[in-house]
């Protein structure tokens, strides 16, 4: 083992460390915590201070997409104007590991006249900050991970970890839920995933068809003028089957004569179904855990409205 892999298996195992020991610190005040937010009508303000800054941006970002209004502000620029921005049914969530960081502690003068409520992520709980505030989460850490103890790698990585637990509490106790999350998320393949639904996928219009009695032939050319690599086997409103194209081939490699195949003796009994108000996310859960290749989409009264082909629209090769 080189020395670097030795050395940086030695800063995970700090931090992870680290990590386990906050966890046996969560008490009471994490729920003070939550309970401050939930009751709040206004939005948490992230407030931090060099990498705390930067770590309040990821857990600001996080509650925002996760169900709780929230943003953060950089306490200099606070100073200069930005306090404005902070109404008085605001909760501040304020970063400092050492709780005396000049420039959070500027602000609070102007939060405890406002009667914002403030939340601590410090190190020291008895520092200024941690006297000023309604709840203290404890995100101390025994050391840094640096060599030197000093830059700041896992107490950012406490207080990044704090932040999630807040952020993923409060969005159960909201009762956040997947479309929730899609609708901040629109721009990307898993809010794409999400919000669409099957009607808005499946091919509706001439669907390739064929009956139980119609020959082999016939049946390869349904599946052939209708390009979707399947034909729905009916008698009238009802569906029997469906064949795919793997059904062909394998007649082909069969004992049976092809020329004297009928629709029935090759196709599937049990197609698998979707309802077209099904997330399109679901169906593509249920293609890749049944291996197969399409489903067939039905009313809620059991009518074949449309075929949903999953193999178009995954980046994963098609199961056959």
């Known amino acids: 083992m080189t ?3 030795e050395l940086a298996r030695q800063v ?7 990590l386990e020991a906050m966890s046996t610190r969560i008490d ?7 309970d401050i937010v939930l009751k709040t009508t206004g939005r948490v303000v992230v407030v931090g201070m060099g990498k705390s800054g930067l770590i309040g941006k990821k857990i600001a970002a996080t509650m925002a997409s996760t169900g709780t209004a929230a943003f953060s502000v950089h306490p200099g620029e606070a100073f200069h104007g930005d306090l404005g921005m902070i109404r008085p049914a605001d909760v501040a969530l304020m970063i400092s590991n050492s709780g005396e ?3 959070l502690i500027r602000l609070l003068p102007f939060l405890v006249h406002q009667k914002n409520a403030i939340i601590a992520l ?10 000023h505030a309604d709840v203290v989460l404890d995100v101390s ?20 970890v704090m932040g999630d637990a807040l952020a993923v509490v409060l969005s159960i106790k909201r009762g956040f839920q997947p479309e929730d999350f899609a609708r901040f998320h629109p721009g990307g393949s898993l809010g794409r995933r999400l919000l669409t639904r099957v009607a808005d996928m499946m091919h509706k219009d001439n669907l390739p068809i064929c009956g139980q009695d119609d020959s082999f032939k016939d049946v390869v050319h349904v599946i052939n003028r209708g390009r979707l690599g399947l034909a ?12 795919t194209d793997g059904d062909v081939r394998r007649a082909f490699d069969s004992d049976l004569d092809y020329k004297a195949i009928t629709a029935s003796q090759i196709m599937t009994t049990k ?17 890749r855990s049944q291996k197969v290749n399409a489903l067939v989409v039905k009313s809620p009264e059991g009518k074949v409205i449309g075929i949903l082909q999953i193999h178009d629209l995954i980046a994963d090769e098609p199961i056959l």
């Open 271 to 287: 197609p698998k179904s979707v309802l077209p108000d099904e997330r399109f996310s679901d169906a593509e859960a249920l293609v």
């Open 12 to 18: 995970l195992t700090m931090e992870i460390q680290a």
């Open 101 to 103: 960081t000049e420039e």
């Open 3 to 5: 020395q670097a892999i």
């Open 141 to 160: 850490v025994e050391r840094e991970a640096c060599n030197i103890n000093l830059a700041p790698t896992s107490s950012t990585t406490a207080t990044l």
């Open 232 to 243: 729905l086997v009916m008698q009238e409103d009802k569906l029997l089957g469906l064949i």
């Open 28 to 34: 009471r005040e994490f729920e003070k915590a939550i």
């Open 122 to 131: 410090t190190g020291k709980k008895d520092s200024t900050l941690g006297r």
